[in-house]
């Protein structure tokens, strides 16, 4: 369930309370008329559904009481309550399956802005790998993959396409490409230091590596695989089960494929820079593509429940 706090004006609180009442999967109403202060108005308070959620928001979102107010959503994490039991059961779908696109659109946007924090994060997970990659670890390789943060602009990406948001689109981009820019750049260098100090060699690197070389040999697994994670990332993060996102991030070759392409070119081996570049560029595209495919399929799915969402009237149960 979902937990609903609004502040609305006066002249939009008859509408907003019909909106409600009309929707399927909604339960404890409560009104506190003239109790709001910044902004002046009317409290409105209720519990609804999460697959009924997104349907409800955006009626509320057409009163344009986001604008002229505010609308406050949080999850219920434990409810004993007999009417929550039985407006969950009224509710089309199952809470899993549902998708909240307002919900989905701010985290994209929170994990797909470029800050010093997320160039830290890819710095940071890219010399990692630069280290396993170097030491044929797979070990470091999987930890620099749950390091990485790089599945959020991806996802903002994908949101973006779906949701037709030109600025999402955009921001999430110069967070994906400046980002992988300044980590390899940054772990070119660190590569140099580390030649340097005699830690890496080109030996190394040129050396059978059998638990790493695959990051700058691409094959149609790669594809595959990229795939299926961005099914499963999108999945995970518009059921909330954000959980799953550490198993996406540590079986796509995006962050190690970077590393290894900066440590190449440290040495001028541009084979293997070039055939981690194509590894990178391969992920990204499955992940972006499966991942915009999710979003329609859902989107889809929660159409074909169109007109499910409303009460017939006289039906409206005392809330």
Known sequence: ???????????????????????????????????????AGDVVMCDVAREAGDELLKELRELRIDQDGSIAVENIDFSLSARADTAEKEAPGEPADAVLWEQLEGATHEESTLSITYSAFMILATMIAACGVVLDNAILIVGAMAVGPEFGPLAGIC????????????????????????????????????????????????????NTSFIWQPDPFSFVVALLAGVAGMLSLTSAKSGALVGVAISVTTVPAGANAAVALSYGEFGQMWGSTEQLMLNLFGIVFAGVLTLYGQKLLWRTQRGRWRRAPGTRKDS
């Open 1 to 39: 369930m979902l937990h609903l706090r609004m502040i609305v004006p006066p002249d939009r609180t008859q509408a907003a309370v019909k909106a409600i009442e009309s929707t399927v999967g909604t339960t404890h109403l409560v009104v506190l008329p003239g109790a709001a202060r910044e902004p």
């Open 159 to 210: 949101t973006a396409v779906v949701r037709r948001e030109p600025r999402l689109a955009a921001r999430s981009l110069i967070a994906l490409i400046v980002g992988f820019a300044v980590a390899i750049a940054a772990t070119t260098v660190f590569s140099l230091g580390m030649d340097a100090l005699d830690l890496f060699s080109e030996n190394r690197l040129d050396a059978d590596r059998p």
